[in-house]
């Protein structure tokens, strides 16, 4: 009897349908973990932020008294400027993964235009009472060409940055001395140095956005003054730094996961 009822059980297991036994068996979940991007592209965007400077002027008080009564002003007066304003702009570039490290080699070119600007008022202790001149910075310009090391954890890159750097600045000084006015401007495109470091997120395919911070250093020069009112002309040097916050978009032209 044992032995007719173990058949019959074996029969009715066997005749279960497909579907029925399948039922049963564990089911692959429907998600899976996100695969790594990959940084080895290159691309291309845009940025847009905000950004300050120190320009230290010397000397504009002997600029003006000098070219009006000769060399008469004794010691140096350095007058300070802190331009201030919005950047934005463009860059491209490379980016190289190794293998299937973490480490991020990169090349890029970037330019920014920018409206920077700022002034301050000195005394001129040789003319009159209310005699004073008021020193302009602007800086329109803002170039670099820098290379960068970072380091990728899943979709984020934390990255360093390095190289050389540009600006185009105008400067003024402008007043009245001895009751008459003048107006001394000049040009100024100067190289130096840039680094500064942030972090980029991959958020889709192809498409990345960062945060950078970048600090220039353009060193300190003779720019030449010229007074279109009296024909008047002189040396201004300036010493210089610049800095900038700015958040950027991307588009890796054969990245993506």
Known sequence: MKKLLLAGAAVSLLSVPGPALAADMPVKPPWAPAPTFSWTSCFLGAHIGGSWAHKDFTDPVALVQDSFLGQVTTGINTVRTSPSGLVIGGQMGCDYQFGYTNWVLGAEGSASGANLRGNTNVGLPLGNRDDFATVTAKTDFLPSATVRLGYAVNNWLLF??????????????????????????????????????????????????????????????????????????????????????????????????
């Open 160 to 257: 360093v940055r390095g190289g050389a750097a540009w600006a185009g600045d105008k400067y003024s000084v402008t007043g009245a001395f001895l009751s008459t006015a003048y107006d001394f401007e000049g040009l100024d495109n100067r190289f130096g140095w840039t680094g500064g470091g942030g972090v980029e997120w991959a958020f889709a395919d192809y498409w990345s956005a960062r945060l950078q911070y970048d600090y220039y250093q353009l060193g300190h020069r003779g720019a030449l003054m010229s007074d279109s009112i009296n024909g008047l002309s002189g040396v201004l040097n300036v010493n210089q730094s610049v800095q900038t916050v700015m958040l950027g978009v991307n588009f890796h032209m054969w990245a993506g996961q």
